[in-house]
């Protein structure tokens, strides 16, 4: 009998059946997470992007569940052990765990002191003893056959343990009860493998460490899983041994005791060969996954604000890589990004010979008129800010300082060899510095989104679920801000919904070959891009001088017919909708909800109207680092500072005050008042002021504090 996903789902999420039933629908037709969230609220009932992936991922997890289930019941019917009971057991498992549970008194297995035990003839010795029919020495003398290997009583009574032993962990209700008792009532221990203290310095908070499962914070079995990956320390999982062992008699016999001492150390062993072993294994993966799953929603929050962060705009820069010894790279960019010229300066003494690096900089003023100055954060960016602010240009130039974090990866790219095959790594490395402060997204798309430095433990954690979140993140940014048609890249068409690597292609291809589009239905006419494609695309692709107004808008162009009627039906045109309120305000929308359009798009429809193209994001805010601090030992405890946090944790957030190293605020700093969650406090780009509680030069450490 198949199953109802939608009806399983809508249970477990608490959410509508009739939205999650339509979600899965629309999944299954290829449809993308942005594409449903926007276009398709009247059938999912106004899902948001987290619920359709909760659905899309449950989904996910409820097929393999069902496949698993599949090769279970194939595998049992080859065998001939299959029963109607199992196919029921098997079809009602709601967890991997209680699958596998039910598989393992008949899953095909390696050779076990159990089976050998059983080859010897022992079996209905066990069953004797289980049932508390063994009276004597003698029952057990009766199983003695020297050909099969038992030589004596106390062998054949060894053997039927063996079996007992394997008959108490292969049972299901034993491994359930037992599983609970482990997630509810284990111990996280930790300890330092001997003679390895100097390996294991970064871990010495480990070295004798104990806490309830339950009370362990993600970030701290992380770091303690990463101690064991490096040979410097154990960790252990386990509950108390007696309550365990307590637990098993209640759910096997249905009492506190066993039947006879005989079964007694059976169970004994059962527990410490086996139960202990494979639920601690269990239970370490189960906190290792919700680890991972707390590490990556933080990579991924602190990933979707860096790129949201608000753009500068199309505005000509200089932007500067800046360097000591070797000197600065410097770039100019017109406004559409494009590089117009580079050079090195040397901006500091004794480099800078004569003023020359300061002619340098009015020399290139005076030929492009750049409007504002970006300056990278790494190695020698606060002298070369300082430098910058001080050459007067005539005019005010702001100077902004960029995190370059990624820049260097970026920059030795097969991107940005295709992009700038004629320059060096230096002078790419510049670009895109200037080019992330114009537009944060449509650069740092570019980027692994791991080289970015916003993640906590991005190595430790299962790579294919930090991959899929992270994409859905940056879909999701990409999507929500939406994408310029006639001057994106092949990487930020690519994140589009619908779109992939080869359509991105193909639509730049186009855009270089013809020119660019004129309205969104020209879109019809890429290679490889067909009627689903551009159903998925056209929404999120924007034409802001496009022959049809709407193409500069989030109106999808399956609704550009009701729009028409609407301007027909005011006596105007569509331009004269989007530019009139009064005309807008007079619209009933009620008149033209149908089959296809409610009035959850028709809203949309109007706020796209009154604002078409608008950026979601917000509006640039120039920021100063305080002048009188560049390096870690010019601060002292006591001061206030500016700052911008560059990194949350799940203990805490990292600000960068413009002296090289970041300083940590710790989730007890955060705030006067007690907090769960540190991006309850603070995102990753908010501008803060804080307080240096403690600088140790040596360990490199700034401890900061954001309370008043």
């Not at 099969?148 to 062998?155: H, L, N």
């Not at 429809?605 to 009188?628: C, K, N, V, W, Y």
Request: charged content about 30%; hydrophobic content about 35%; glycine content about 6%.
């Amino acid at each position: 009998m198949e199953k109802d996903y939608g009806k399983i789902l809508s249970a477990k999420l608490n959410l509508p059946l009739k939205g999650v039933a339509n979600t899965i629908e629309l999944l299954d037709e290829d449809a993308t997470v942005p594409f449903i969230a926007r276009y398709r609220k009247e059938r999912t009932g106004g899902l948001d992007e987290v619920q359709i992936i909760a659905i899309r991922d449950g989904l996910s997890s409820l097929k393999e569940l069902d496949k698993r289930a599949a090769a279970i019941i194939k595998s049992l019917k080859e065998t001939d052990q299959f029963t109607e009971e199992l196919g029921k057991a098997v079809a009602a498992a709601q967890t991997m765990a209680a699958l596998e549970d039910i598989y393992l008194p008949y899953k095909p297995k390696r050779k076990t002191r159990a089976s050998i035990a059983r080859e010897k003839g022992l079996e209905p010795l066990a069953r004797m003893l289980l049932d508390g029919k063994y009276r004597s020495i003698k029952d057990s003398e009766a199983f003695i056959d020297r050909e099969k290997g038992v030589g004596s009583s106390e062998e054949a009574l060894k053997g039927a343990s063996d079996i007992i032993a394997e008959i108490i962990n292969e049972n299901s209700e034993v491994r359930e009860n037992l599983r609970i008792h482990f997630k509810r009532n284990s111990q996280f221990t930790s300890r330092l493998v001997k003679k390895k203290e100097k390996e294991a310095a970064k871990y010495n908070d480990y070295f004798d460490w104990t806490e309830n499962v339950n009370k362990a914070p993600s970030h701290r079995i992380l770091a303690v899983l990463r101690g064991v990956n490096e040979g410097v320390l154990t960790a252990h999982f386990l509950p108390d041994e007696e309550d365990s062992l307590d637990r098993i008699r209640k759910s096997f016999f249905h009492r506190k005791d066993s039947p006879n001492e005989i079964v007694e150390g059976a169970l004994s062993d059962s527990y410490k060969r086996l139960l202990s072993s494979s639920l601690e294994n269990e239970l370490r993966h189960e906190l290792k996954l919700k680890a991972d799953e707390k590490a990556v929603s933080v990579f991924a929050d602190n990933l979707k604000e860096l790129l949201l962060a608000p753009p500068l705009g199309q505005k000509s820069l200089l932007a500067v890589d800046p360097g000591l010894r070797t000197g600065s790279k410097v770039v100019v960019l017109n406004r559409q990004g494009k590089l117009l010229e580079h050079t090195v300066i040397y901006p500091l003494a004794p480099y800078n010979k004569e003023g020359e690096a300061e002619r340098i900089l009015k020399k290139l003023y005076d030929k492009y008129g750049f409007e504002a100055i970006a300056v990278g954060n790494g190695t020698g960016g606060r002298e070369a800010e300082a430098f910058c602010r001080k050459i007067s240009f005539g005019k005010t130039v702001p100077v902004i300082m960029v995190n370059e974090s990624g820049a260097s990866v970026y920059s030795a790219s097969e991107i940005a060899r295709q992009e700038f095959p004629d320059y060096d790594i230096t002078v790419r490395g510049a670009v895109s510095i200037g080019r992330r402060l114009m537009d944060p997204l449509a650069e740092l798309v570019k980027i692994d989104p791991k080289s970015i430095g916003v993640g906590q433990y991005q190595h430790d954690v299962d790579q294919k679920m930090l991959k899929s979140a992270l994409d859905d993140t940056v879909s999701s940014c990409v999507n929500a801000v939406g994408v310029e048609l006639n001057t994106a890249s092949p990487q930020l068409l690519s994140y589009v919904s619908g779109c992939n690597g080869r359509i991105a292609s193909n639509i730049v291809d186009h855009r270089n070959e013809n020119g660019p589009f004129k309205s969104r239905v020209d879109l019809k006419k890429v290679k490889g891009l067909g009627p689903k494609v551009f159903e998925q695309a056209a929404g999120f692709l924007k034409i802001s001088d496009g022959k049809n107004v709407l193409d500069r808008s989030a109106v999808h162009p399956e609704s550009y017919g009701v729009v028409k009627q609407m301007a027909k039906d005011q006596g105007c045109s569509v331009e004269d909708l989007m530019r009139d309120k009064d005309l807008r305000e007079k619209i009933d929308l009620n008149r033209y909800v149908s089959g296809d359009i409610g009035l959850p798009t028709l809203k949309d429809i109007m706020h796209e109207l009154a604002q078409p193209g608008r950026d979601p994001r917000d509006s640039f805010e120039l920021f100063s680092f305080d002048d009188t601090v560049s390096v870690p030992e010019d601060l002292s405890p006591g001061m206030r500072l500016p700052g911008i946090v560059t990194n949350v944790t799940a203990f805490g957030a990292f600000v960068d005050v413009g002296v090289h190293q970041d300083g940590l605020v710790h989730i007890s700093c955060l705030s006067d008042t007690f907090i769960r969650d540190p991006n309850d406090i603070v995102k990753v780009g908010q501008k803060v002021s804080v307080t240096v509680l403690d600088v140790d030069l040596q360990r490199r450490r700034i401890s900061l504090s954001m309370k008043d």
